[in-house]
């Protein structure tokens, strides 16, 4: 009996072991399961952020390409669109050339020019003059002569032009330095400034096809130009001109400022002249002032000592005066004794 009793109490007691264990067992399960899971969720939440990533890459990669995509379009319009004028500007050039006859260029190009100057005559050039040469007195005549001034009647700038062209089938083909001379000789003719040479001449010439060309080594300040460059060599020789004339003012008034100072220098130099003179003249009569001075003071120090010797002998007769008493008058002297004795 008590032997079944202590195996029933062994049992209980490794029942007891057993269900600590499971419960250990299963406690170990579920944290391993927890743990998992939470390992699982970062490792998830790890690859849907790098999905996410590729997904915006892609993006900015999409874009980036349709970006670069419309820019190099844009681009490739805009060539397309600058040849196609350029194309139509040769084209309308050779039109232009072939319709024509060499004077009536020639004339065209004179009416382009003045065509656009008078798009800004009225807002940028109110005080300029731009008019055909028609004076041929010295033999020859430019084509137009542009001056402006300022509002006190200065000169700013002026520029004799000449216009050349001839259509690519004449049969003497001439250059831009068949016209130089006369140009320049109607520059000096007509007190212009500047000379310039408006030409569609030499039109393979790269030399005058880069745009405004200074040609002062042959002809001093002549410059050769395509048309489409009219209006900018005024501008540029109208500015340059006025910064010209702001430095001939400042000159002007330097040597007023310098004329100025020299008569304020010759006032000093007459002032200080002057101003010697009388110091010199003021300097002596002082001097002999101090001189009658000092002979004043020496005859004042005598005056002095004189009045010095004199309240010196007053005082003592004071005090003689003082120390005299009818004992001394009567001293050895009976009868005026007796006289002051009868008074008494």
């Given at each position: 009996?008590a032997?079944?009793?202590?195996?029933?109490?062994?049992?209980?007691?490794k029942n007891?072991?057993?269900?600590?264990l499971?419960?250990?067992?299963?406690?170990?399960?579920t944290?391993y399961?927890?743990?998992?899971?939470?390992?699982v969720?970062?490792?998830?939440?790890?690859?849907?952020?790098?999905?996410?990533?590729?997904?915006?890459k892609?993006?900015?990669?999409?874009?980036?390409?349709?970006?670069l995509?419309?820019?190099?379009k844009n681009k490739?319009?805009h060539k397309?669109?600058?040849?196609?004028?350029?194309?139509e500007?040769?084209?309308r050039?050779?039109?232009f050339?072939?319709?024509?006859?060499t004077?009536?260029?020639?004339?065209?190009?004179?009416?382009?020019?003045e065509?656009?100057?008078?798009?800004?005559?009225a807002?940028?050039f109110?005080?300029?003059y731009?008019?055909?040469?028609?004076d041929?007195?010295?033999?020859?005549?430019?084509?137009?002569?542009?001056?402006?001034?300022?509002?006190?009647k200065n000169?700013?700038?002026s520029?004799m032009f000449?216009?050349?062209?001839?259509?690519?089938t004449?049969?003497?083909?001439?250059?831009?330095?068949?016209?130089?001379?006369k140009?320049?000789?109607d520059?000096?003719?007509?007190?212009?400034e500047?000379a310039?040479?408006?030409s569609?001449?030499?039109?393979?010439?790269?030399?005058?096809?880069?745009?405004?060309?200074?040609?002062?080594?042959?002809?001093?300040?002549?410059?050769?130009?395509?048309?489409?460059?009219?209006?900018?060599?005024?501008?540029?020789?109208?500015?340059?001109?006025m910064?010209?004339?702001?430095?001939?003012?400042?000159?002007?008034?330097?040597?007023?400022?310098?004329v100025?100072?020299?008569?304020f220098?010759?006032?000093i130099?007459?002032?200080?002249?002057?101003?010697?003179?009388?110091y010199d003249l003021?300097?002596?009569?002082?001097?002999t002032?101090?001189?009658?001075?000092?002979?004043t003071?020496k005859?004042?120090?005598?005056?002095?000592?004189?009045?010095?010797?004199?309240?010196?002998?007053?005082?003592?007769?004071?005090?003689k005066?003082?120390?005299?008493?009818?004992?001394?008058?009567?001293?050895?002297n009976?009868?005026?004794?007796?006289?002051?004795?009868?008074?008494?």
């Open positions: 009996m032997l079944q009793v202590a195996l029933n109490n062994l049992k209980d007691e007891q072991e057993i269900n600590q499971k419960s250990k067992i299963e406690r170990a399960d944290q399961e927890l743990s998992l899971s939470n390992s969720r970062g490792i998830e939440k790890e690859r849907d952020q790098l999905v996410n990533d590729l997904k915006n892609d993006t900015e990669k999409e874009l980036l390409e349709k970006s995509n419309e820019q190099f490739l319009q397309e669109e600058a040849i196609k004028l350029k194309e500007e040769i084209e050039l050779k039109d050339k072939q319709k024509l006859s004077k009536m260029l020639g004339e065209s190009l004179e009416q382009h020019c065509i656009e100057f008078n798009k800004l005559r807002t940028a109110q005080n300029a731009f008019e055909k040469d028609n041929a007195s010295r033999g020859t005549k430019g084509d137009y002569i542009f001056k402006e001034s300022d509002t006190n000169e700013i700038v520029i000449e216009m050349k062209n001839e259509n690519d004449t049969a003497s083909k001439k250059k831009n330095e068949d016209f130089f001379a140009l320049d000789k520059r000096k003719d007509k007190g212009c500047y310039v040479l408006v569609l001449l030499e039109t393979d010439n790269e030399f005058y096809n880069t745009g405004i060309v200074d040609v002062s080594y042959k002809y001093p300040k002549m410059y050769v130009i395509r048309p489409q460059f009219f209006i900018p060599i005024i501008t540029l020789l109208r500015n340059a001109g910064k010209s004339l702001e430095y001939k003012h400042e000159l002007t008034l330097m040597r007023n400022q310098n100025d100072i020299s008569t220098e010759d006032k130099n007459d002032f200080k002249t002057g101003f010697a003179r009388n003021a300097s002596r009569q002082f001097k002032a101090i001189t009658e001075i000092d002979a003071i005859h004042l120090e005598k005056v002095k000592e004189a009045l010095n010797s004199s309240v010196n002998n007053l005082r003592l007769a004071n005090n005066t003082e120390s005299l008493t009818i004992k001394k008058l009567t001293y050895n009976p009868t005026m004794k007796a006289k002051f004795n009868d008074l008494n």
